[in-house]
């Protein structure tokens, strides 16, 4: 009984996996994909346990972006030139101030967000207006010259502005990459700097969110995690890891020859599937 009970729930954590790996990086809302799949599936564990697992998560998906970038991202690289590890830095010192505005407002806003905002006619409406959103900047990416074709064009002050685009996902159905992305085009990025930039705030962001859920449950809630919690996490992380470079290789070829408009028409679709399907239960 308990082995058939395990499988279940190791097939569960394989499914939240999947979905956290793709959405996650994709401009479409993990959110939004995260509260159908709850409703799809019975979800039986400890309330406590599942808030955590639904961030923590987020740490195989990041764990990703890590690997891919490594080289890039590392100053201390001994193939780099002493110009391409101060560049590196330079790029680290960017992200730091890109993540100002997130840190400021997730820390003053997203317990307040989660209790009042989390809802599925919110993240319908968040879905559906950036969907409309990208489908119009792209519209009218012609007459928003392109200014920033490589890291090292990026300014401080264009960094700052990303984060306070990145700052809206708190809004549940935004989606971080979806924020990060779309106010990186408006502030005149290519495409691939957008979408590189994206993923590099999100390694302290994602970090930052996973550990202060932790931090909150463990220490000042006083949660405790069971062994098959733990391998039960471990599982889901794992399967998010390795569906997010997968994902995150697919979205750089994809930008190179394609616009985020598909997206923009899949995030209008996806909204309204949300409203249909939790405006019959309420019938």
């Known amino acids: 009984m308990f082995k058939n009970i395990m499988i279940m729930d190791i097939i569960k954590m394989i499914l939240f996996g999947i979905v956290e790996g793709i959405t996650e990086w994709l401009p479409i809302s993990s959110t939004g994909h995260m509260i159908?799949?709850?409703?799809?599936?019975?979800?039986?564990?400890?309330?406590?346990?599942?808030?955590?697992?639904?961030?923590?998560?987020?740490l195989g998906a990041i764990l990703a972006v890590i690997l891919i970038y490594f080289h890039r991202l590392n100053p201390f690289s001994p193939s780099k030139t002493k110009v391409e590890r101060r560049d590196t830095w330079e790029t680290w010192f960017k992200v730091a101030v890109g993540c100002i505005p997130a840190v400021i407002f997730g820390f003053l806003?997203?317990?307040?967000?989660?209790?009042?905002?989390?809802?599925?006619?919110?993240?319908?409406?968040?879905?559906i207006i950036y969907g409309i959103l990208f489908i119009i900047i792209e519209n009218r990416r012609t007459q928003l010259p392109t200014k920033v074709e490589t890291m090292n064009d990026l300014s401080y002050g264009r960094a700052l502005g990303i984060g306070v685009f990145q700052a809206l996902s708190i809004v549940p159905g935004t989606s971080r990459s979806g924020s990060s992305i779309l106010g990186a085009m408006i502030l005149g990025t290519s495409r691939p700097i957008a979408a590189d930039?994206?993923?590099?705030?999100?390694?302290?962001i994602m970090f930052g969110a996973s550990g202060l859920r932790v931090v909150k449950a463990v220490i000042f809630n006083g949660f405790h995690f069971t062994g098959y919690e733990l391998l039960l996490l471990a599982v889901g992380c794992a399967v998010a890891f390795v569906v997010s470079v997968v994902t995150i290789k697919f979205l750089l070829r994809f930008i190179q020859t394609n616009d985020f408009k598909p997206f923009g028409w899949y995030r209008i679709a996806l909204g309204i599937i949300v409203i249909l399907f939790f405006s019959i239960r309420l019938i």
């Open 109 to 127: 806003l997203d317990d307040w967000m989660d209790e009042h905002l989390m809802s599925p006619w919110v993240v319908a409406a968040a879905l």
């Open 197 to 204: 930039f994206s993923f590099f705030m999100s390694i302290p």
């Open 36 to 58: 159908l799949l709850e409703e799809l599936v019975n979800i039986d564990f400890r309330p406590e346990f599942w808030a955590i697992f639904l961030v923590v998560i987020q």
